[in-house]
């Protein structure tokens, strides 16, 4: 039987989807529903005096209006910060209290105060538009680089500061900086972006009188995690008593692991109010709600020989955290952030410095890349000006610095299993055709076009876990994932996974690999996600897990099931189990060559005997069934790498970039289905050219957030981009035994520095921050034609 | 309110309807169709294209009172007796989709273009799917896609 991991398998989602089957939260309806509107502050910052819900309350079709009064008296806890994280000194991180329904102070636009309920959501707007809130506005904290230096927007948090992280050695950093011949420095700004999946988050709660059960049925990219915060921190319901189903969902990019205000206050008001409750949100609320991500304010330098040879590394960063730290919040400027930022380089010395602040503006937390984005921004623009004041080419000076040997031990934490860097960029090298590179520069200078080329190398720690490790540095959880396989009698089989997939095509490539390991067709699979009350515990999916993690966890599961179907297939063959094996499906006994398939001895399992006869098929010490689960820990993070080339072309007179071509190679160990894998890199690609020239969430200086529509936020759409051209290499990983490794985020944590370096080429190695928008690099065009005409 | 008759997906709805009511809202909460979708207040990402007389139109942006007497279709009424419509078959053909939630809009537009003008350019079909927002795939196998099902319609 020829395997299907490693084809392109066409996916088992797209007949729903494409016929408009798909079931989204906000398609769900629940008979005696109402509609819930939030009335969120206006003020970045502001003291709630009081809040008078009568007149609303008397609002046609109103049922119930819910405060931060009474969510207290309910004693509902708040919103979390998953990961706790030590400063420098020793001290412990500082975490103000974020409660569902803020009720003394807002400390961002859009915060929650109160929930209306309404029989309709016209009225429930109406009701909404009744309830007064008296506030005492105050002064907002916004840029992040001011942030230490201003007011203390939480009580108990001094000059905004949650940490003061360090991670490396100062005083060999500065000795490697003493012997060094250069010093290369850049100043980024890593621009704050806003996710934005496509489908808005929302709620559906539905409370059963009778058994006490909430069921709640929401946007998660984590439904048993949400549960377990909801229950844990937020004691809205006992575990048992609370169902938390995360249907279809539109996108995510981390957007939607948090836990929000909205679900926990529908759930805990649906019991309040003995009614189900849907919620969804618009457009503007997602971008005032959601989990922004990024924002970063870095200083970094490189100490290079005049060889090119890098010797240390610093980073000195300002992460933004927003209003309140939240589930990735603390862990994504650090552990996520921090190690990664020496890049894919031998550096004997480097240190990471973060200092995350709280300002009046949306939390931040994981955006697709999560710290690594930032991290390789920091050290590939550093790299790609050190090639530029040395001298040297950018490729060649990669190359250099490259380790060759495998396992690399990377300076600040990670021991990278597998790779071959070398490998990644010659072939993106080749693929970009960069040795044709200046005739096609000379060729658009005759055109009165600036032409550019960037280049970037990467690797990322994904495939968040092992547990001992992240619990080691913070985290409040363990990282694992579950699986169950359930060989049913009549021989289909439902894969249960703890991972969660809201794009990323679980259905099929979890089905690809459960048949290879069972010997069975695709078709009699069927993978089964989302929903607590279905399936073992799972962690769900984020930092590009699924496979890494949760997939080996169903690959395991299956080798439970197969050991079984061995045991039963001696019995009943009459063999020693060591003289049967198992392929394609059946186990045949070596010597005989008698058979049973999978699918006989499944029905074995479940009608253990037969008539006239006392026989079992059960050996001793087996039970009847054939279920099995694996809760799945790897023994390390998994690695991805590549190498990335973008041309850029700028009309100087309009000052518009033109991505002209995009190479991509990478290096995902092995690659169960191409073509998935090809899309998940074309989307991040996308996301990242989208922070590189298109995108940017804008405050003003009193905390307005001035990009909360698509008519602000410069979405990228089809016509940005040109046709992307990938390649992959192949190193297997070794920490888990289908050799793969993480893909989901590589195109965004790779591409915005790989179009920033063009762009920057481009315009003669002039600094330009993202997004590098027509009237950034119109301005910086003409910077260039001033110092260009006084050279000649 | 008014009531208002639409031939929707080859059947015949009458309703009453109040005046503001969208088409978006008429489709999703009168008549279940919830293949429409809505990802955004402001006409911008497409994700709730439908046809109107065999033309797309935001249906997010159209008063269902407006287009009393229309013919709508929307993307359940595109497969045809159980078979996909070849643009449906070349989304999944070439992976044009991924989390599914731009996809009837984006599946309904790109009919409609390949209605306009048969064999559009790569930039042609780029161009015209400037009004519908995905943020999954990079649009890139939906220009395949799109390519693909232009052999074929």
């Known amino acids: ?792 | 309110m008014t009531k208002i008759t639409l031939e929707v997906n080859g059947k015949k709805v009458s309703k009453d309807v109040a005046d503001h009511t969208l088409l978006s809202v008429f489709l999703r909460d009168n008549l279940n169709l919830t293949g429409t979708h809505v990802g955004c207040d402001t006409s911008q990402c497409g994700a709730c294209v439908v046809h109107v007389n065999g033309k797309s139109i935001k249906s997010c942006s159209t008063l269902a009172a407006d287009i009393d007497g229309s013919k709508v279709t929307t993307i359940e009424g595109l497969a045809k007796d159980g078979k996909l419509h070849p643009m449906q078959e070349a989304f999944k053909k070439t992976h044009g989709l991924q989390c599914g939630f731009c996809t009837p809009g984006m599946v309904m537009s790109a009919v409609d273009l390949l209605q306009t003008k048969k064999n559009p350019s790569e930039q042609e079909i780029r161009e015209w799917l400037e009004g519908n927002i995905c943020r999954c795939t990079g649009y890139q196998n939906i220009v395949a896609a799109v390519k693909d099902a232009s052999t074929k319609m």
């Open chain 1, 1 to 792: 039987m020829a395997s299907l991991v490693g084809s392109r398998v066409e996916r088992k989602e797209d007949g729903r989807f494409l016929q408009g089957k798909g079931r989204y939260t906000a398609d769900i309806n629940i008979a005696n529903q109402t509609y819930a509107i939030f009335v969120r502050s206006p003020h970045a910052r502001a003291k709630i005096k009081s809040v008078d819900t009568s007149k609303a309350l008397k609002s046609s079709g109103v049922v119930g209006v819910l405060t931060g009064k009474e969510i207290a008296e309910d004693k509902i806890g708040g919103l979390i910060a998953g990961w706790a994280i030590r400063s420098e000194d020793g001290s412990e991180m500082k975490v103000p209290a974020n409660p569902p329904l803020a009720k003394d102070v807002a400390n961002f636009v859009g915060e929650p105060i109160a929930v209306v309920f309404a029989e309709t959501l016209d009225e429930a707007k109406e009701g909404a538009e009744k309830v007064k809130v008296d506030y005492k506005v105050l002064k907002a904290v916004v840029d992040p680089a001011d942030a230490m230096k201003s007011e203390a927007i939480h009580d108990g948090v001094d000059k905004n500061l949650c940490y003061d992280w360090l991670l490396g050695d100062r005083k060999a950093v500065d000795e490697a900086f003493a012997k060094a011949d250069k010093i290369i420095k850049v100043d980024l700004i890593n621009n704050r972006l806003v996710p934005n999946a496509m489908e808005p988050r929302a709620c559906v709660v539905d409370y059963n009188t009778a058994s006490e059960e909430i069921t709640l049925y929401t946007t998660s990219q984590n439904p048993h995690l949400s549960r377990l915060v909801m229950s844990a921190f937020g004691g809205v319901a006992p575990e048992n008593k609370l169902r938390v189903v995360a249907p279809d969902v539109g996108g995510g990019f981390g957007s939607k692991i948090n836990v929000y205000n909205e679900e926990i206050v529908c759930s805990w008001a649906s019991k309040k109010i003995e009614r189900p409750i849907k919620w969804v949100a618009e457009r503007t609320e997602s971008f005032l709600t959601d989990t922004h991500g990024r924002d970063h304010v870095t200083h970094a330098e490189l100490a290079v020989t005049k060889e090119g040879k890098f010797l240390g590394f610093k980073n000195e960063t300002i992460a933004n955290l927003g209003a309140y730290a939240r589930v990735f919040g603390t862990v994504t400027p650090t552990y996520l952030f921090g190690p990664c930022a020496t890049g894919v380089y031998v550096i004997p010395a480097a240190y990471s410095n973060v200092k995350a602040v709280y300002t009046n503006t949306a939390p931040v937390d994981a955006y697709r890349g999560a710290g690594r984005p930032e991290a390789t921004y920091t050290i590939e623009r550093l790299v790609e000006k050190a090639a530029m004041e040395l001298g040297i080419d950018k490729t060649e000076i990669r190359m250099k610095n490259f380790p060759t040997e495998f396992p690399f031990k990377q300076t600040l934490v990670h021991t990278v299993d597998s790779g071959d860097y070398v490998a990644g960029l010659e072939k993106a090298k080749q693929m970009a055709d960069y040795a044709g590179f200046e005739a096609r520069r000379k060729k658009s200078e005759v055109n009165g076009k600036l032409r550019g080329i960037g280049v970037s190398s990467y690797f990322e720690a994904c495939g968040i876990a092992p547990s001992a490790a992240v619990m080691s540095l913070g985290c409040g959880v363990g990282l694992w994932e579950s699986a169950e396989v359930r060989f049913n009698p009549t021989g289909q089989i439902s894969v249960f996974t703890g991972a969660h997939s809201h794009g990323q095509s679980h259905q099929t490539t979890f089905a690809q690999i459960a048949a290879d390991e069972l010997g069975v067709p695709m078709e009699n699979i069927d993978v089964v996600h989302g929903d607590t009350d279905k399936g073992t515990f799972g962690m769900g999916t984020y930092g590009s897990r699924s496979l890494t993690v949760g997939g080996i966890a169903i690959v395991n599961a299956c080798k439970k099931i197969v050991a079984k179907g061995k045991r039963v297939a001696a019995k009943m063959l009459e063999v020693n189990e060591d003289e049967i094996e198992f392929k394609d499906g059946e186990f045949v006994a070596l010597k005989s060559n008698k058979k049973k398939t999978i699918g006989e001895i499944a029905f074995a399992c479940y009608l253990p005997g037969q008539r006239d006869e006392m026989k079992s098929p059960i050996p001793e010490g087996d039970e009847p069934g054939l279920i099995e689960s694996s809760f799945f820990d790897p023994a390390n993070f998994s690695f991805p790498a590549g190498s990335h080339i973008c041309e850029v072309e700028i009309d100087p007179d309009t000052g518009n970039v033109k991505v002209e071509k995009y190479t991509a190679v990478d290096d995902f160990g092995r690659i169960v289905n191409p073509m998935i894998v090809e899309g998940q890199v074309h989307g991040g690609i996308a996301q990242g050219i989208g922070q590189a020239l298109h995108e940017n969430t804008q405050y003003d200086e009193t905390g307005q957030l001035m990009t909360a529509s698509y008519m602000d936020y410069t979405m990228p759409r089809a016509d940005n981009f040109p046709e992307f051209n990938l390649g992959f290499t192949c190193t297997h990983a070794t920490s888990n035994p289908l050799g793969v490794k993480g893909c989901g985020e590589a195109g965004a944590i790779a591409s915005p520095p790989t179009v920033m370096n063009a762009v920057i080429d481009a315009l003669g190695g002039q600094e330009i921050s993202m997004p590098a928008t027509a009237e950034k690099v119109w301005k910086a065009c003409k910077t260039l034609k001033k110092s260009n005409a006084k050279a000649a």
